[in-house]
């Protein structure tokens, strides 16, 4: 088949797939793994040359050579969220003057504010600008090939803007089938087998839904990992053999210069809105045991009130959060209570942790908040 | 209450513990929190001046002044489990010469030999010198304040003999009073609520034996964690409300030199005893995605072949042990099985490992071995 044949549509009922040369394709078994496509801020210029996306392989290799070709010195990333985050280091890594332009307050909102605000610290510290309340109105050309990013207070200059504002399920081809697409998240709906609402359509990755173990409800998490589990279990069925995918408890992480944060399950908004009665603690120790002298880590929890189940964890520090919210994850994975989060048995020993780990500690102190309560 | 005052014994019927100045002390509940004793080679010399045991803040005061004082260059350490691999750490630290004197072939022995024999790399890099199947005979003393160390092969000189052999429950106080003690564990028998098999006396720590939730059975594991949880549920209980210590899933840790060992739960043998049928995989990855190039990192997973529940896990490497073997125990608290650690949501990002955790792909490669056996 030739390069750059694009699907146009598919007709479930013909079992064909319509190709942009005007040819149909017949399938027995057909695969929808479109995944995500970014989002834009949908204002004049956002296609001007020197504007990029940050989703593919391609864009990062456009991304480059349009940075070395122009000898870019200043860039300027539009959002803040985890992508915009990474995005900063590695343009300050290669030493551009790099700017974050945000409608909202603090970056990585879906964090407690007390860890954005360390998010915000880290980056600042590595000399990225952080603008905060700022709207983007539109992007101009300016000179020598440079960009004037126009927004609802004072005009940037720039040599470069990346488009950090997150990614929308690409489903227009699921549609086209007659697959069903979730009315809150837009995205493919599937079934534990990966298949979607039309018989012998399977999906897979950022265009389908996922199962949330913790709110029970069907989501869209578009995260690599979770579109390689699907993938293979998608797979696996349309091989023949049977094969459920249990679904997800919202673990995520990343890193920004030395900074580790992490996340698993429900935030409090969340929680609510799934039904449940939460109450949080947040706690602040370190990596190690005190005594070494480790970084400061700060680790919050979220649970029932009526029940006592762990909903939700948050965690940020210069080492150490990822594997909390590791242990975190499996805990919620299997549906584990205070009670036992309070004394649950770790790996310690001094360089790792206190005898007393964060977990111990949040949990413990939840319980009392609860109990007191 | 004089310092330096001994119980003497403990005589429950009369309900108070005879002190060493010949007074009684009258009690209504009483806690024994003996702790252990280091083990000892039971040969001549080994209470020479020079000769350290390991285990408490007095013997690491004394050993330090000691190597200030005698201007000692060269150290001997009997055995080869956690305590000695971090000593031999610590002594070389200060630039000691270093020597690893074992009964047996690789350091660590709880772990696969694949993690000993990576142990035993780590501290020979690090200058350590490690002699295996070598059995201490007597300490001498030598020339100019120095000792000898004769074993059953050469004599070796040095001018400090450490005991890394181990510990043992301290339990003399406890059979005065009556406790009854494990037979297997020679450590003194406990409820979940931390009572001994005499009413009114408690007990926590090292001294007292621990729930293993994975092999159902009692057992001895002398870890500065445990005895915390155990002195924290003696306490709420003593103090009139209920508490159940859980017990634990075998989770330890140790750092020695930039090598991060870790495991939980039961070894092979140990699975074998405690009626499993236990199958077991080794695999390797890195500690961050491979494209990112992090350290190698180590994982052995070991499930029963009946019913595909894990059973145990140990890792090693420079770096992500630790978190591995944290998730692993959240695991074994909660009796997952393989099926469930195949597609177990973490934390994933590029800095912190691949999209297919090396969790999932020793779960999986372990299914395929239990299915085509």
């Known amino acids: ?12 009922s013909a079992g064909a797939v319509r190709l942009s040369g005007g040819t149909t394709l017949p399938y027995d078994v ?26 593919n392989l391609s864009d990062a290799i456009r991304i ?11 860039a300027v990333i539009l959002g803040a969220g985890y992508i915009a985050m990474e995005m900063s280091e590695s343009l300050r890594r290669i030493g551009l003057q790099t700017t974050v332009v945000y409608r909202g307050t603090l970056p990585a909102k879906k964090w407690d504010g ?4 360390l998010i915000l610290e880290e980056i600042t510290q590595h000399g990225v600008e952080f603008i905060p309340g700022m709207k983007p109105v539109a992007i101009e050309k300016g000179r020598e090939g440079s960009l004037r990013l126009l927004t609802d207070g004072p005009v940037i200059e ?12 690409e489903v227009e081809l699921a549609k086209s089938a007659g697959c069903a697409i979730g009315g809150g998240t837009g995205a493919v709906q599937v079934d534990f087998t990966q298949e979607t609402s039309r018989e012998g359509i399977w999906s897979a990755g950022d265009c389908c839904e996922v199962f949330h173990r913790v709110s029970r409800r069907w989501t869209s998490i578009p995260l690599g990992d979770i579109a390689n589990k699907q993938g293979r279990i998608a797979g696996i069925n349309i091989g023949g053999r049977p094969a459920r995918f249990e679904g997800v408890v919202g673990a995520t992480s990343f890193k920004v210069f030395d900074l580790e944060v992490a996340a698993c399950g429900l935030g409090e908004k969340e929680a609510l809105e799934s039904g449940f009665s939460p109450e949080s603690v947040l706690v602040w120790g370190t990596s190690t045991a005190r005594s070494m002298g480790g970084p400061r880590l700060g680790l919050k929890l979220v649970a029932d009130r009526s029940t006592g189940r762990l909903l939700g964890a948050q965690a940020a520090g210069r080492g150490g959060a ?23 048995d770790l790996a310690y020993a001094p360089p790792f942790g206190g005898a007393w780990d964060l977990i111990h500690i949040g949990a413990q102190e939840l319980l009392r908040k609860i109990v007191s309560s």
Do not use: Q
């Open 1 to 12: 088949m030739r390069l750059r044949t694009r699907v146009e549509a598919i007709d479930a």
């Open 30 to 55: 057909l695969v929808i793994a479109t995944g995500s496509r970014p989002m834009m801020p949908g204002i004049p210029g956002e296609t001007l040359d020197g504007v990029f996306t940050l989703k």
């Open 64 to 74: 480059k050579a349009y940075i070395r070709d122009r000898h870019c010195r200043r």
């Open 114 to 117: 007390e860890f954005s605000k």
């Open 158 to 169: 720039t040599d470069l803007v990346l488009m950090g504002l997150g990614v929308t399920p």
């Open 322 to 344: 990822v594997r909390k919210i590791d242990v975190l994850s499996a805990c919620l994975w299997n549906e584990a209570d205070l009670d036992g989060l309070a004394y649950l």
